[in-house]
């Protein structure tokens, strides 16, 4: 069994930071391409950034220059700073990952969510 537990969301001022992190755990052979998506209620959920296993990264406009993607292989571990918060990046946050299990084809997995709030 795959599990993605995601930390790191809360509530920030107008141009503050935080730090998501997403780790991976299970009987995992692999992870290939990992990334971040957010989700206002009411919306569709939205790519927010992901990076593959040899750390080529893709960046949604609305936050280039603003968050960084990252991750740590050894321990299964994607992580992502966002800066200069503005209030439009309010949304639950979901990790998700191509993984591929022991006796289980190459599949995507979600988190549970967190929740990111930018306001004053």
């Known amino acids: 069994q795959v599990q993605l537990v995601e930390s790191g969301g809360g509530l920030v001022q107008p141009g503050g930071s935080l730090r998501l992190s997403c780790a991976v755990s299970?009987?995992?052979?692999?992870?290939?391409?990992m990334g971040w998506y957010r989700q206002i209620p009411g919306n569709e959920r939205e790519l927010v950034t992901t990076i593959t296993s040899d750390g080529i990264v893709y960046y949604a406009d609305s936050v280039k220059g603003r968050f960084t993607i990252s991750r740590d292989n050894a321990k299964n571990t994607v992580y992502l700073q966002m800066n200069s918060l503005k209030p439009e990046d309010t949304a639950v946050y979901y990790c998700?990952?191509?993984?591929?299990?022991?006796?289980?084809?190459?599949?995507?997995?979600w988190g549970q969510g967190t929740q990111v709030t930018v306001s004053s």
């Open positions: 998700n990952a191509d993984i591929r299990q022991i006796g289980v084809p190459w599949a995507g997995y």
């Open positions: 299970g009987s995992i052979i692999s992870i290939n391409t």
